[in-house]
């Protein structure tokens, strides 16, 4: 619990989650403004529409999570943060857990402002009825968590504030878009990439859901999967590794 | 306090710590010496559990460091100045380790106070000086009032007063019973500050003694001798299994003391003008021992063989 404070302490005493906090807000509320205006009358009824700038505030969020650990290793404050604590899975576990958590807030704030904001807009039939848009709403926040938690994992294995970053970018928003160009098991191999299957639990798209291998909880479960096995892969070697 | 046995770190090929054991007693200031790539840095790693020894041991009072509770109460470092967020102020720096080990808040302020930069403590840590750097990592070292102490450098970036500070403030904290390590290039400094020495050179252990022991076993203990008669001195002293060097004017003898060689001139009636014996420096002893373990050698080499025989 200490140590939980002590990330805290950490994660608000220096200025980029506030700036990625409020950047990923914007980019998230501004692109439902975008959508909401541009979509002609009558036509915007799902309100998956709504949360369409997820990706790109899931994004900003990565950064932040992936910063909050290489920031540490550039600076030479992670070997003092060993010092203090020799566990070093605990003290890691905790950041995990402080930066997953303010992930969460960040992304459900994000994503009932957004809906918020398009409602208001567009007073057309974006009420959240089914549980299907309720999730597509309020799981964005769980997706973020997520996400940063294998950001983090990410930051930990590269230690490199500039490499992590990239990996995580370039990874989150392209490549596994680029993978379905693959012939013939381009398509397979999609449908069990995490990133695209955090989407298909949050909307539902890609293949119909008749055909999708993951229910929309399953797609849960598999991305926090990933996100578990990763964290602990980057703990066994943060702890084998100096410091 | 310390204890290391067998310590030995390999980075692939390099074997920068060799079989190396040594101990550090509390109740004194205890220096590590040794050139540049010796391998102090990597061994005050490993004693604070930074980097895994590739075999041997260091025990801080019989445990190993993963195993203290709370270490910041037992032991304090200061490794690198630099090991601080630029962007977080020094009280936020200081006051996370002290939630990490438990340590009340209230004790940031008194270790501010005491190593004077209270009146900086909200600025944020990027924008120090090189002197107030290092007066924030003595800050963090005192934070959880410690048994052992270790100091990376700390003189580095003082100020004459500040370097005047923290000698007379080690050797209060070594008053106090406490253990203090401190690993320094300065050998002016070390002479003034340490009463025992840990000296290593391409990761081995090349002495460990008391400073005033290290002094006078290696540097060349010698007598400077004038006399109107020097070819018949030098005769004389000769017989009398002593090494006689020629110096300006004078002999420089050694092998035999200054009570010696005033009774063989006295014996052979030769006057002298001048019988002094002159002790080493610290620098020249260091120079002396570690001269073979330098690792990473300047082009200095010959200047470096003058400062060795500059009292001559």
């Not at chain 1, 567009?122 to 959240?128: I, Q």
């Not at chain 1, 909307?203 to 999967?225: D, H, I, W």
């Not at chain 2, 070390?190 to 005033?212: D, F, N, P, W, Y």
């Amino acid at each position: 619990m200490t140590l939980l404070a002590v990330e805290r302490i950490k994660l608000f005493t220096t200025r980029s989650p506030w700036w990625c906090a409020l950047a990923a807000l914007a980019v998230v509320i501004g692109f439902a403004a975008i959508v909401s205006g541009a979509a002609p009358a009558g036509e915007l009824t799902d309100v998956s529409l709504t949360q369409f700038g997820y990706g790109f505030g899931m994004a900003v969020i990565m950064v932040l999570a992936a910063l909050s650990v290489t920031t540490e290793y550039r600076f030479g404050t992670i070997r003092t943060t060993f010092q203090a604590v020799p566990n070093r899975t605990a003290a890691l576990l905790a950041k995990t857990g402080v930066v997953a958590t303010l992930s969460l807030v960040i992304g459900e704030v994000a994503a009932f402002g957004a809906w918020g904001l398009a409602s208001v807009m567009r007073p057309e039939d974006l009420a959240l009825n089914t549980t299907a848009e309720w999730v597509g709403v309020a799981g964005v926040g769980v997706v973020f968590a997520l996400a940063s938690v294998i950001a983090i994992a990410v930051g930990i294995l590269i230690r490199h504030s500039a490499g992590a970053i990239s990996l995580v970018l370039i990874y989150a928003l392209a490549v596994e878009n680029l993978i379905q160009l693959i012939p013939k098991i381009g398509k397979d191999i999609y449908d069990w990439m995490p990133f695209h299957v955090a989407d298909r639990f949050l909307t539902g798209s890609g293949r119909a859901a008749a055909e999708a291998p993951l229910s929309q909880a399953g797609s849960l479960a598999y991305f926090a999967g990933f996100a578990l096995v990763l964290l602990v892969i980057s703990l066994v070697v943060a702890n084998k590794r100096d410091a | 306090m310390i204890e290391a046995v067998g310590l030995t770190k390999r980075y692939g090929k390099t074997l920068a710590v060799n079989d190396l054991s040594f101990s550090v007693a509390a109740g004194e200031v205890t220096g590590f010496l040794g050139p540049n790539g010796a391998g102090k840095s990597t061994t005050m790693r490993m004693i604070l559990g930074l980097d895994n020894p590739t075999s041997g041991q260091v025990r801080i009072g019989g445990k190993l460091y993963r195993e203290l509770k709370e270490p910041l109460r037992t032991v304090g470092a200061l490794l690198d100045a630099k090991w601080v967020h630029p962007n977080r102020s020094a009280r936020a720096h200081l006051r996370w380790m002290a939630k990490s080990n438990k340590i009340a808040e209230s004790r940031v302020d008194e270790v501010l106070e005491t190593v004077g930069l209270t009146s900086v403590a909200g600025k944020r840590a990027g924008g120090f000086s090189l002197g107030m750097s290092q007066r924030l990592g003595i800050a963090a070292a005192l934070l959880g009032d410690p048994e052992v102490l270790l100091f990376d450098e700390p003189v580095n970036g003082l100020d004459p007063e500040g370097i005047l500070w923290i000698r007379k403030f080690m050797h209060r904290l070594a008053e106090e019973g406490r253990t203090v390590f401190v690993s320094s290039h300065l050998l002016s400094e070390m002479a003034l500050t340490a009463s025992h020495l840990v000296v290593i050179g391409k990761g081995r252990l090349i002495s460990q003694s008391s400073t005033e022991d290290f002094v006078s076993r290696a540097a060349e203990n010698t007598v400077k001798v004038r006399s109107p008669q020097l070819p018949a001195l030098r005769a004389a002293l000769t017989q009398a299994s002593a090494q006689v060097t020629d110096a300006d004017r004078a002999l420089v003898v050694s092998g035999l003391d200054s009570e010696k060689i005033g009774e063989i001139a006295a014996a052979n009636q030769i006057v002298l003008h001048e019988l002094s014996p002159q002790t080493g420096s610290l620098e020249q002893a260091f120079m002396q021992i570690t001269g073979d373990s330098v690792e990473y050698h300047t082009g200095l080499e010959t200047e470096a063989a003058e400062v060795v025989t500059a009292a001559q």
